[in-house]
């Protein structure tokens, strides 16, 4: 909240908008269902009025609104869904998917067509799912044809897909280590725009494991088959491919067939 409230702060224009990626659901925390565009935009938004509760002592009503907004339905989520062992895989891509539909319902709702900046920071505390790889890396491209940042910062394990997105789309990969400096990070390497970071001594740019996850096991692999027609991977040699479906001839030399024929007419 404090990286949402500092982003709003930097410029009168910055919009923000969180969505949270649980296990079974992604979820806009804000703007939720009762924003309209006029709130948002900062025309006198009636919702932002009526729910403010600290414009009497002179904060800014809007921060609060949104504070109060993401708390609430942060409960919420975490009330109502119920986990089952000890999985934390998340819909991420679903989640990204969801904020570049917003980004260009933004960008299409926006006044004189001027073009917004946007860019995506993914704060993330679970494992990578390889199970959505593909979904992912659709996502991925997607933005990276919008021209949209993909910012990551992991909190626990390395996550090779992040790493790709960060990588492909130009945003900064940094895994916290030092957990009671996470506002920090966020502040420092997070809330500067594209511009703004190229004056600033960041982190060194990291290694990117750059392995695809198979479609057949979703294993990490370095090298595999990729099929010739829709670009799926594979560990193991399969004569139809899994996705698309396409037959693939096996290689038996046609020389070798040749001769056997010659040898049969020669008998
Ligand atoms: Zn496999
Ligand atoms: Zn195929």
Same mark, same amino acid.
């Given at each position: 909240?404090?990286?949402?409230? #500092? ?8 919009? %923000? ?7 079974? =659901? #992604? @979820? ?10 006029? +709130? ?9 009025? #009526? ?5 009497? +002592?002179?904060?800014? =009503? ?32 679903? #989640? ?12 299409? =709702? ?8 946007? @860019? ?6 679970? =494992? ?24 990551? !910062? ?31 990070? %966020?502040?420092? *390497? ?9 004056? %600033? ?12 996850? !198979? ?51 020669? *008998?």
């Amino acid at each position: 909240m404090v990286l949402g409230n #500092s982003h709003l702060f930097m410029n009168r224009t910055n919009r %923000l908008a969180v969505i949270a990626s649980h296990t079974q =659901e #992604s @979820r806009f925390l804000y703007p939720g269902k009762h924003w309209t565009f006029a +709130d948002l935009f900062g025309d006198g938004g009636s919702f932002v009025e #009526s729910n403010c509760s600290g414009s009497k +002592d002179g904060k800014y =009503e809007l921060l609060t609104t949104i504070n109060d907004a993401i708390t609430e339905e942060i409960k919420d989520l975490m009330t109502k869904t119920d986990m089952r062992g000890q999985q934390t895989e998340t819909l991420l891509a679903g #989640s990204l998917a969801k904020a570049l539909c917003y980004i260009n319902k933004m960008s299409k =709702e926006i006044k004189g067509n001027q073009e917004i900046k946007s @860019r995506i920071l993914v704060i993330k505390a679970a =494992e990578d799912s390889a199970l959505q790889y593909m979904n992912f890396m659709n996502v991925i491209f997607a933005a990276q044809k919008q021209s949209i940042l993909i910012d990551a !910062c992991v909190l626990d394990s390395d996550s090779g897909l992040l790493q790709q997105a960060c990588d492909i789309t130009g945003g900064i990969y940094l895994k916290v280590l030092h957990m009671p400096s996470l506002l920090q990070y %966020l502040l420092w *390497v997070f809330l500067p725009d594209q511009e703004q970071r190229s004056q %600033l001594v960041l982190p060194p740019p990291i290694h990117v494991d750059y392995r695809a996850a !198979c479609f057949c096991h979703r294993n990490l692999i370095e090298i595999g088959y990729v099929c010739s027609v829709c670009l799926s991977i594979f560990c193991n040699f399969s004569p139809i491919c899994s996705t698309c479906e396409t037959a693939f001839k096996i290689s038996l030399p046609p020389v070798m067939k040749a001769k056997k024929k010659k040898l049969k007419l020669a *008998v």
